[in-house]
């Protein structure tokens, strides 16, 4: 049964045991018919030069900048234009961030298989990355420390930031972007959003005349975007390594009767500012609490800056309340949506968080709201969407290492297991794999 006469759809759940999924409110976002429209834009980054690139910008984002990379001291004039007390919030996150992911880093292990058989598993980072980061309804300067801090504790050597165009900097990214690289170190920034950052950051760039290479292609691109950035990573998937296909954003909240109204709802409405087809969920045993959620969003929607935008979310299809038996049916309703971001306010939330398995982060208790993990936690915010926190993590130094296993066995390890290899080969009808390893021991073969 589904009401709809307040600001969140009522969605009950009380006679369910199973199916939750399949009811769950979900954004629907078409990608495929998406690709129709960034395919020719791919195309055109991949065949064209500056010139082309200056041009797609001026169609697409209405400016084009003087050149696509942006010069040192206009970065550096976005660290000088920022406010010290921002300078140093910037800094402290980064701080944070990097106190974190460091503990993510991963160590070389080797075993021993048998005597004189060794498997060594290194940790090698990505060589290249493109790092996007939006600019359309709002600013990321957050983006770029959750993209560039991981990347740079993994030991990646040549890191690219792109983010689009702005009319109010003369074609430049925003200026508190350019400060956070800045801050950062990052000098190689590219004035280009959209599919066509995608694409240049998988093709490269060069001069018109050709005799200069703008940018180099990448190996890897992470970061979120809107729909033709998520349909331009599918369509180029392959040619680059991608960490997601990004959707809107998500929060869901599971509270009991102790949680705050006030505070549920304002953590609702901090999701919905991001965009209209952002997605609140709140899942809930407490009939009571949810009246009282309903009227602290009509107050504190009314009186919010983005209001038409927020409203647009939290009354869309795919943001709801959803009332459950108890808190146990809660968390299982939880997992089957698998929320980019759910918060736990109710009577032993810690314990509860302990059944979580689906979920880009897991924020316990009135006083970890997702906002504190957008900025300030420590805790990377670019996560899974979409439901895709069932089988997908969130940006992390893992992101840009890769696992490398170097193999040695000597003579008498590899005669030890050389019998077995011809079996298996032979079961596979891959006889010349067994050869491959009776070769070594024929009369006169090899040297020691």
């Known amino acids: 049964m589904v009401e709809t006469s307040s600001l969140l759809r009522r969605l009950d759940f009380r006679e369910l045991n199973s199916e939750y999924a399949e009811r769950l409110p979900r954004a629907s976002i078409d990608i495929k018919s998406a690709l129709t429209i960034v395919e020719p834009i791919i195309e055109r980054v991949k065949n064209g030069r500056e010139r082309e690139m200056r041009e797609i910008s001026r169609e697409l984002d209405g ?28 800094n402290e996150a980064i701080a944070r961030v990097r106190k974190v992911h460091s503990a993510q880093q991963r160590t070389q292990t080797q075993v021993e298989v048998v005597p004189g058989g060794t498997v060594t598993e290194r940790w090698v980072p990505v060589s290249r990355v493109g790092l996007y980061v939006p600019g359309g309804q709002a600013v990321y300067p957050s983006s770029v420390i959750m993209n560039v801090v991981p990347a740079q504790i993994a030991g990646v050597t040549s890191v690219a930031l792109a983010s689009p165009p702005q009319r109010e900097n003369n074609g430049w990214p925003h200026p508190t972007i350019l400060a956070t690289c800045a801050l950062l170190g990052i000098d190689e920034v590219y004035a280009i959003g959209g599919a066509q950052a995608i694409a240049m950051f998988a093709y490269g760039l060069r001069s018109d005349d050709d005799s200069v290479v703008i940018s180099q292609p990448v190996n890897m691109v992470t970061g979120p975007g809107n729909i033709y950035v998520a349909a331009a990573k599918r369509a180029l998937r ?24 006030g505070e549920v709802a304002a953590d609702l409405i901090s999701q919905a500012e991001h965009d209209t087809i952002a997605a609140a969920i709140l899942i809930t045993d407490s009939e ?29 299809k795919q943001s709801g309340a959803v009332l459950v038996r108890d808190i146990s049916q809660a968390i299982d309703v939880a997992n089957a949506y698998a929320a980019e971001h759910l918060e736990i306010q109710c009577v032993d939330a810690r314990k509860w968080s302990e059944r979580i398995i689906n979920a880009g982060a897991v924020f316990i208790g009135r006083y970890s709201p997702v906002s504190l993990g957008d900025y300030l936690a420590g805790s990377n915010h670019v996560l899974p969407t979409g439901g895709c926190a069932c089988h997908s993590s969130g940006l992390s130094v893992q992101t840009f290492l890769r696992g490398l296993h170097f193999i040695e066995y000597d003579k008498e390890s590899l005669a030890d297991i050389a019998q077995s290899v011809v079996i298996f080969a032979n079961a596979e009808d891959l006889p010349a794999h067994g050869e491959a390893v009776t070769a070594r021991f024929e009369r006169g073969a090899g040297a020691e």
């Open 63 to 90: 400016i084009a900048p003087e050149q696509i990379r942006v010069p040192k001291e206009i970065i550096e004039a976005g660290l000088k234009s920022i406010s010290e007390e921002l300078r140093n919030t910037i």
């Open 238 to 261: 392959g040619v680059i390594a991608i960490d997601s296909e990004a959707g809107p954003t998500e929060i869901a909240i599971v509270a009991d009767k102790s949680a705050d109204a």
């Open 288 to 316: 009571e609490l949810l009246l009282k959620v309903q009227d602290e969003l009509a107050q504190r929607i009314a009186r919010t800056k983005h209001r038409e935008r927020i409203t647009t979310a939290i009354t869309g």
